[in-house]
């Protein structure tokens, strides 16, 4: 799979992943018409549907915006040649840079699982812009392009721990990725399919009682030298403060 | 580590001004007035206008006709808030109400129309609010004349009943 028609794919992945997540509301807003605001006369609604806890599920919805970085050293990387078959495999480290890096977004979805203790996945995509030392396949000299040659896609899911401070809120949790992603260039380019272990940590401001502001970083546990991710997300939650404000 | 987040943030300027300014919207933004804090928008409104706090929770009423119930009910607007950052136990099921003629000479005890059987004990979540309406119906015999109507909220929660509090009493509005 090329880079092209992989960055389809995940955009198209991403745009299924957003519909399937948000697609439930629409359809109630579409599919019901509320035909009275008086209990008992209500079709859609019921007491309590917008205030009550009772029986409604702690998730959460979130939309990142993610800069990573991706150490190379140690990390098998595919070469290919667009005009041919011809492919090659080596050690990241060859290509004589230190990291790809991309910035992108993700969708994740999750929810408490019990306590403080939540689990999720995510979705979603990342480009940029990277440059490798040219090098030859099978007589072909692929060098790196310029502009924005770099698309991947994020396969995540996650397991973490939220402590509640009040109006902000600590998380710190695992992030297991797959983030399959191309550096295009001229004739050809390399791609990696690495697997990712992060530990993550992020600082939440509760903006309103059912959404967050925050801040993150996580270190890639198998290239804890290097840096590994940072970015921003915000997060809306079914329940306010996530069911806890303090920890007492 | 020789080299850290800190570090890779820094090492670019306009990527670190991007950073702090994201993050300082994050952090501002929840201040601006009307964006962050309960915005409390639902009520009290001009309806509901007798309250009654009970330790977290907060509760709003007003009585009034309206078109779309039988002639010899009320129309109950039911404001819920909870002023806390932590869910408050509610049972509407608790609050008793009575209506009035205009010398009080005349009571009559009304119950909740709940046919779904919907109104149950619950939890009003954390820093929430939001307003029902409830059809109150009379055991038998008219409304017509009835002008007041008293809710006694003493047992809706534990917080309620430690209090004890009076009666709230409201005019029917037409």
Same mark, same amino acid.
């Given at each position: 799979?090329?880079? =092209?028609?992989?960055?389809?794919?995940?955009?198209?992945?991403?745009?299924?992943?957003?519909?399937?997540?948000?697609?439930?509301?629409?359809?109630?807003?579409?599919?019901?018409? !509320?035909?009275?605001?008086?209990?008992?006369? !209500?079709?859609?609604?019921?007491?309590?549907?917008?205030?009550?806890?009772?029986? &409604?599920?702690?998730?959460?919805?979130?939309?990142?915006?993610?800069?990573? !970085?991706?150490?190379?050293?140690?990390?098998?990387?595919?070469?290919?040649?667009?005009?041919?078959?011809?492919?090659?495999?080596?050690?990241?480290?060859?290509?004589?840079?230190? +990291?790809?890096?991309?910035?992108?977004?993700?969708?994740?979805?999750?929810?408490?699982?019990? =306590?403080?203790?939540?689990?999720?996945?995510?979705?979603?995509?990342?480009?940029?812009? @990277?440059?490798?030392?040219?090098?030859?396949?099978?007589?072909?000299?692929?060098?790196?392009?310029?502009?924005?040659?770099?698309?991947?896609?994020?396969?995540?899911? &996650?397991?973490?721990?939220?402590?509640?401070?009040?109006?902000?809120?600590?998380?710190?949790?695992?992030?297991?990725?797959?983030?399959?992603?191309?550096?295009?260039?001229? @004739?050809?380019?390399?791609?990696?399919?690495?697997?990712?272990? !992060?530990?993550?940590?992020? &600082?939440?401001?509760?903006?309103?009682?059912?959404?967050?502001?925050?801040?993150?970083?996580?270190?890639?546990? &198998?290239?804890?030298?290097?840096? +590994?991710?940072?970015?921003?997300?915000?997060?809306?939650?079914?329940?306010?403060?996530?069911?806890?404000?303090?920890?007492? | 580590?020789?080299?850290?987040?800190?570090?890779?943030?820094?090492?670019?300027?306009?990527?670190?001004?991007?950073?702090?300014?994201?993050?300082?919207?994050?952090?501002?933004?929840?201040?601006?007035?009307?964006?962050?804090?309960?915005?409390?928008?639902?009520?009290?409104?001009?309806?509901?206008?007798?309250?009654?706090?009970?330790? /977290?929770?907060?509760?709003?009423?007003?009585?009034?006709?309206?078109?779309? %119930?039988?002639?010899?009910?009320?129309?109950?607007?039911?404001?819920?808030?909870?002023?806390?950052?932590?869910?408050?136990?509610?049972?509407? #099921?608790?609050?008793?109400?009575?209506?009035?003629?205009? #010398?009080?000479? $005349?009571? /009559?005890?009304?119950?909740?129309?709940?046919?779904?059987?919907?109104?149950?004990? $619950?939890? %009003?979540?954390?820093?929430?609010?939001?307003?029902?309406?409830?059809?109150?119906?009379?055991?038998?015999?008219?409304?017509?004349?009835? $002008?007041?109507?008293?809710?006694?909220?003493?047992?809706?929660?534990?917080?309620? *009943?430690?209090? *004890?509090?009076?009666?709230? /009493?409201?005019?029917?509005?037409?």
């Amino acid at each position: 799979v090329r880079n =092209g028609s992989r960055l389809g794919a995940t955009v198209l992945g991403v745009s299924a992943f957003l519909a399937l997540a948000l697609s439930s509301p629409m359809a109630r807003a579409r599919g019901c018409h !509320e035909v009275s605001d008086i209990v008992g006369y !209500e079709h859609c609604t019921r007491f309590g549907g917008q205030w009550a806890v009772d029986g &409604l599920p702690r998730i959460f919805v979130g939309l990142e915006l993610i800069h990573s !970085e991706m150490a190379l050293r140690g990390r098998s990387v595919d070469a290919y040649v667009t005009s041919g078959t011809s492919t090659a495999t080596f050690d990241g480290s060859a290509l004589g840079v230190r +990291s790809f890096s991309t910035t992108g977004g993700k969708v994740r979805i999750g929810g408490y699982l019990f =306590g403080p203790l939540y689990a999720g996945v995510g979705l979603g995509v990342g480009l940029g812009t @990277n440059r490798f030392e040219s090098f030859q396949v099978n007589r072909t000299l692929l060098t790196s392009s310029g502009g924005i040659n770099t698309g991947g896609e994020v396969w995540s899911g &996650l397991l973490g721990v939220r402590v509640p401070l009040g109006r902000l809120s600590l998380r710190v949790e695992g992030d297991v990725s797959w983030v399959p992603f191309c550096v295009s260039g001229a @004739n050809g380019g390399v791609c990696l399919t690495p697997g990712v272990l !992060e530990p993550r940590a992020a &600082l939440d401001v509760w903006a309103t009682p059912h959404l967050t502001m925050s801040l993150f970083g996580g270190i890639d546990a &198998l290239h804890p030298n290097e840096p +590994s991710t940072l970015g921003i997300s915000m997060e809306f939650h079914t329940r306010s403060f996530d069911g806890a404000f303090a920890l007492w | 580590m020789d080299h850290g987040l800190l570090w890779w943030v820094l090492m670019d300027r306009s990527r670190a001004w991007g950073f702090a300014l994201a993050w300082s919207m994050a952090v501002v933004l929840p201040a601006c007035p009307g964006v962050a804090a309960t915005p409390w928008d639902h009520w009290p409104d001009e309806r509901v206008r007798a309250v009654r706090r009970l330790g /977290c929770a907060e509760l709003g009423f007003a009585v009034g006709r309206d078109s779309r %119930i039988p002639d010899r009910s009320l129309l109950l607007d039911l404001g819920v808030r909870n002023h806390c950052v932590r869910p408050a136990p509610f049972d509407a #099921n608790a609050l008793q109400f009575v209506g009035y003629d205009a #010398n009080r000479g $005349t009571s /009559c005890p009304l119950t909740i129309y709940d046919p779904r059987d919907e109104i149950r004990p $619950t939890q %009003i979540d954390a820093e929430n609010e939001s307003v029902e309406r409830i059809r109150l119906d009379p055991p038998g015999g008219s409304l017509a004349t009835i $002008t007041s109507v008293c809710v006694d909220t003493s047992r809706v929660s534990p917080e309620a *009943a430690q209090a *004890a509090p009076a009666p709230v /009493c409201v005019e029917v509005s037409p």
